[in-house]
């Protein structure tokens, strides 16, 4: 089993990332943990389809999307965002200790149990999903002397609980031509899966927290700040905007200001790090 690997974010945080074990791999995209003092203020989080589930160790972290506010005490939970989430951090001063989970899209639904239709745009207290179940594991982990003891721990975790359910293939076969078919059009998608429309968004809103054309947009400006991120030459927005079948720039700049905060251009001049999902500001 591969460990824990430690990536620079900052000077003053150690953070650590896990890929999961191949049998969590259809669930689970990454196991992270940190601790130390953060240089930035403000972690910006990027919407791509995912769910987060955090456990907080450290001085309580005040969370913000649009009109939403949630102080993420202990344990919170995340559902799919359509707008960028912060989370703000008030002192350089203080310790903070983080360990989470962030699942692919679809993959919190066998573990929470719950339609993720009800989470969207939304972060809530984990143990009001599942007080036993989630307390437990916060202990669990409270005892844990290191961030990658955490790490550990917490797939370990996992994969107990994965060991007791099914995998439906079904909704992730949805999924997957969304994000890999993002040419196509609604009803295009509708029609390659062989199921009504109403179906597939009941599914999907089941399993992935959002409809069939929420998830494609997401995905594609997922894709869009990828190419943004990746390719230093881009200063034809308007090109951009047609190979990404947006119907206008007008429309590709909004979507990107909705997803991070920032036009197209502000997001590519960024001097601040950047990873996959998050800003750091």
């Known amino acids: 089993m591969d460990f824990p690997a430690k990536i620079r974010i900052n000077n003053g945080m150690d953070f650590f990332v896990k890929k999961p074990a191949p049998s969590l791999d259809s669930y689970i995209d990454l196991f992270w943990a940190s601790n130390g003092n953060p240089d930035f203020r403000e972690e910006r989080i990027i919407p ?10 450290g ?11 949630l102080p993420v ?12 989430i912060s989370m703000k951090y ?21 573990f929470i149990r719950m339609p993720l239709e009800e989470f969207k745009n939304q972060a809530i207290d984990a143990e009001l999903i599942n007080k036993s179940v989630f ?14 003891r955490r790490i550990m721990m917490l797939e370990k975790i996992f994969l107990e609980m994965q060991s007791k359910f099914d995998f439906h293939t079904l909704p992730q076969d949805f999924i997957n031509l969304i994000k890999f078919r993002n040419n196509l059009k609604v009803n295009e998608l509708v029609d390659k899966t062989g199921y009504s429309q109403q179906y597939v968004n009941k599914i999907l809103r089941a399993h992935a ?6 998830l494609q947009t997401i995905f594609k400006v997922s894709r869009a700040i990828k190419m943004l991120q990746g390719d230093s030459k881009i200063e034809n927005f308007a090109a951009l905007a047609h190979d990404l079948n947006y119907f206008d720039q007008p429309h590709f700049i909004h979507q990107i200001k909705k997803m991070t ?11 601040l790090p950047i990873t996959s999902r998050v800003i750091y500001l």
């Open 73 to 84: 005490k202990r344990c919170i939970f995340t559902g799919v965002f359509t707008n960028f």
């Open 261 to 271: 905060g920032f036009t197209p251009k502000e997001f590519k001049d960024l001097s």
């Open 135 to 148: 307390e437990k594991i916060y202990d669990q982990l409270g005892e844990a002397d290191s961030c990658e």
């Open 209 to 214: 927290g959002v409809n069939l054309k929420s």
């Open 48 to 57: 791509d389809g995912s769910c987060l589930l955090l456990f907080n160790f």
């Open 59 to 69: 001085k309580p972290v005040s969370s913000n999307s649009g009109n939403f506010h």
């Open 90 to 110: 008030d002192s350089f001063e203080d310790i903070h200790q983080q360990v989470g989970v962030i699942f692919k899209p679809g993959g919190a639904y066998p």
